[in-house]
């Protein structure tokens, strides 16, 4: 059974840091693609970052570059985002998600993880 | 960047309905979309990827069209389960930017 499992998340004050991390089981790690995507309370789904197989590909959003560090150990099974000079407008929960490849192309989240809550204030 | 706008924002219809949402991308995205359906207070769900094929165990009402700029996820026939928001996602390359959603309700 594919389980993604994150953990870190907790109250931080503004321009304070938190490593999130995500625990994958139930399938081949190094085969895929991760994603982290958060959620504001209230609101949509935001695209954070996504990291290849064997890190030599990164992506992030705006709002996060120079900021935000996605990362993964494949001995671990684990995938990481670390978060600098966090703003209260990052305060959301924080979801891993596996990224499959289909074809040529890598898919968004086939399995997510139950998510971290991540809340920035003072 | 590319802009993805859902709509409507949200909608109300009868169990039984035909519903369809709309995704537009500001840019041509091939046919690299794909749709999720989170319900209240649950991760969300892979529905259907590659604009219009259905993820393993996904019911069959619901289908999605389109390519390039304007797409479309259907309920052929809304059921009480059904009951949630969609979301859009584009991922012809970076940002994967979601669309801002549709809620959907029963009537």
């Known amino acids: 059974e594919v389980q993604l499992v994150e953990s870190g998340g907790g109250l931080v004050q503004p321009g304070g840091s938190l490593r999130l991390s995500c625990a994958a089981s139930?399938?081949?790690?190094?085969?895929?693609?991760m994603s982290w995507v958060r959620q504001a309370p209230g609101k949509g789904l935001e695209w954070v970052a996504n990291?290849?197989?064997?890190?030599?590909?990164?992506y992030y959003v705006d709002s996060v570059k120079g900021r935000f560090t996605i990362s993964r150990d494949n001995a671990k099974n684990s995938l990481y985002l670390q978060m600098n000079s966090l703003r209260a407008e990052d305060t959301a929960v924080y979801y891993c998600a596996r990224n499959p490849r289909v074809g040529s192309a890598v898919i968004p989240g086939d399995y997510w993880g139950q998510g971290t809550l991540v809340a920035v204030s003072s | 960047d590319i802009q993805m706008t859902q709509s409507p924002s949200s909608l109300s219809a009868s169990v039984g309905d035909r519903v369809t949402i709309t995704c537009r991308a500001s840019q041509g995205i091939s046919s690299y979309l794909a749709w999720f359906q989170q319900k209240p207070g649950k991760v969300p769900k892979l529905l259907i990827y590659a604009a219009s094929t259905l993820q393993s165990g996904v019911p069959s009402r619901f289908s999605g069209s389109g390519s390039g700029t304007d797409f479309t996820l259907s309920i052929s026939s809304l059921q009480p389960e059904d009951v949630a928001t969609y979301y859009c996602?584009?991922?012809?390359?970076?940002?994967?930017?979601f669309g801002q959603g549709t809620k959907v309700e029963i009537k």
């Open positions: 990291i290849k197989q064997d890190e030599s590909e990164k």
């Open positions: 996602q584009k991922y012809n390359s970076a940002p994967w930017t």
């Open positions: 139930g399938f081949s790690f190094i085969s895929y693609w």
